[in-house]
T-cell receptor
Framework: AQSVTQLDSHVSVSEGTPVLLRCNYS??????LFWYVQHPNKGLQLLLK??????LVKGINGFEAEFKKSETSFHLTKPSAHMSDAAEYFC???????????FGQGTTLQVKP | DGGITQSPKYLFRKEGQNVTLSCEQNLNHDAMYWYRQDPGQGLRLIYY???????QKGDIAEGYSVSREKKESFPLTVTSAQKNPTAFYLCASSTDGGNEQYFGPGTRLTVT
């Protein structure tokens, strides 16, 4: 069975400092992994996805994530946080052959001026 | 302008009433999904449909029903049997067999 664990429920950074949101996954096969962002009372927007190509994945708005099979991790990073990055972030793994997505509990990113 | 629309954005109902949430997509996607989101939790799958006239229960289907009579539409009915219906409901779609899902803006349902 597939599962995903987001290691921090809340992360707070200052504007202009790096962002690190941590995600570990469990999968019996080579997974597809995603990061989605959700601003308050909005739908989810895809930030980036890993589908067994390059292990370093670049997404929108300066975010990137690195797939590390040995550590079963898919952490999301950004070199410099912007106030507009404040949102809820979800790490997601896909279910095999079903199209179903399994969501982590989410990490709330707070960006302080 | 392609995308997924959900209406209404906010919905209020009295306990004991059934209510139907709308989800429409013009992306020509075969698969559609309904999720429920509660504060501090990730999304939980209610129902999904991979093709017209077919749908499957997700992880929390009890108290909900769906139909998929048209490719572009996947309405969700929250019945009076759903014990805790107040939540944020999100609809999504994807291409056949595709993993990437596109989400609508959501409907916040409040039942009192």
């Amino acid at each position: 069975a597939q599962s995903v664990t987001q290691l921090d429920s809340h992360v707070s950074v200052s504007e202009g400092t790096p962002v690190l949101l941590r995600c570990n996954y469990s999968s019996s096969y080579s997974p597809s992994l995603f990061w989605y962002v959700q601003h308050p009372n909005k739908g989810l927007q895809l930030l980036l996805k890993y589908t067994s190509a390059a292990t370093l994945v670049k997404g929108i708005n300066g975010f990137e994530a690195e797939f590390k099979k040995s550590e079963t991790s898919f952490h999301l990073t950004k070199p410099s946080a912007h106030m507009s990055d404040a949102a809820e972030y979800f790490c997601v793994v896909s279910g095999i052959n079903t199209g179903k997505l399994i969501f982590g509990q989410g990490t709330t990113l707070q960006v302080k001026p | 302008d392609g995308g997924i629309t959900q209406s209404p954005k906010y919905l209020f109902r009295k306990e004991g009433q059934n209510v139907t949430l709308s989800c429409e997509q013009n992306l020509n996607h075969d698969a559609m999904y309904w999720y429920r989101q509660d504060p501090g939790q990730g999304l939980r799958l209610i129902y999904y449909s991979q093709i017209v006239n077919d749908f499957q229960k997700g992880d929390i289907a009890e108290g909900y029903s769906v139909s998929r009579e048209k490719k572009e539409s996947f309405p969700l009915t929250v019945t009076s049997a759903q014990k805790n219906p107040t939540a944020f409901y999100l609809c999504a779609s994807s291409t056949d067999g595709g993993n990437e899902q596109y989400f609508g803006p959501g409907t916040r349902l409040t039942v009192t």
